[in-house]
């Protein structure tokens, strides 16, 4: 059994099928695919809306900074996909932390010991406590031995304490999301429908995780004078939250909404279906995507390969209100 935080079974409770409905006095929901897709198209995303981009500590990050951040990123996955898998890796445990563990590691791994704690997913608990960690981090300037991250080689040139705890910011905002998203997305997917058939391809239990627990669950956009003339339930000053959650099982778009159905992706087009938003809209799509799909479907098929599977002991999971959507901790054993 899936059990979900109050609120998030409270929309999936009251508003099945529904395109748009009243959260409070100032924020509207929108689930309706069509609505959806007038509203993101209506305008860019402002700088505070862009979930990995937002401005850091008061200073804005440019388009191209963060293109640049995220070509590095990009970089050191590709980098960390060549290497040779380990005949000895051990994924069995409590997932999502030991995937995210082995991700960080992986792509990670030769980055000085103070930029790879920012990956530890204790600074999860408050931003408080990141930053103190950075603070303490950045007093030292960062020496890299051969191997390092591109990712990292931008802390190594900050040339003082303040471009140095910027950086290490951005290092965090950059390749956190990946190990995080990555390893919750295949906890997700184990939670859901391990064991596998074996007729079943990784493509497609990821892109059916994708869609039952979809790690970015809604989408905010604040006010703007474009919305109200979209819909007239819209007012000026309304805030919109878009809710993948719920589109992803709207029964208008999906047959059967509620299953885990990996097999109903032999026949649908991920980057086309409607309400189907797991990176984003067409407008926009999250530029992490190609990391996503090819890591996701490696560390699944370490798994699969191994003879691992979800204990049979664990029968309730829970799926908490926090910033990526997925069950909290699922224990994976050898069958």
Known sequence: MTVFAPRLSALMRNHPGEDLFRLDANTVGVAGAELIDRILNARPAAEVERPTFKPLHGRSIARAQALQQMQAIGRDVRMALKRPISEHIDFAGAWPHVGHVYLRDMILGDDPHRLRFLMNRILELTPMLTWAVIATGAVRPFKLRQGASATAAFVAAAPNYGERRYAMGLYRRTAAPVCFTISTLVANALWLGSPFDDRMSNRN????????????????????????????????????????????????????????????????????????????????????????????????????????????????????????????QVDIVRA
Do not use: K
């Open 205 to 328: 239990i990821i892109y059916e995780a994708l869609r039952l627990l979809p790690p970015s669950w809604n989408i905010l956009r604040n006010a703007s004078p474009e919305y109200p003339a979209l819909d007239g339930r819209i007012r000026p000053g309304d805030d919109i939250l878009l809710l993948p959650l719920l589109s992803h099982r709207a029964p208008a778009l999906w047959e059967d909404p509620d299953r885990f159905q990996p097999e109903r992706w032999d026949h649908l087009d991920p980057d086309d279906h409607p309400g189907y938003l797991p990176f984003g809209h067409a407008s926009e799509r999250c530029w992490g995507r190609h990391m996503v799909m090819p890591l996701a479907q490696m560390l699944l098929d370490i798994v699969r390969g191994s003879g691992l599977m979800v204990s049979p002991r664990q029968t309730m999971a829970d799926v908490r209100l926090t910033g990526l959507l997925g069950v909290s």
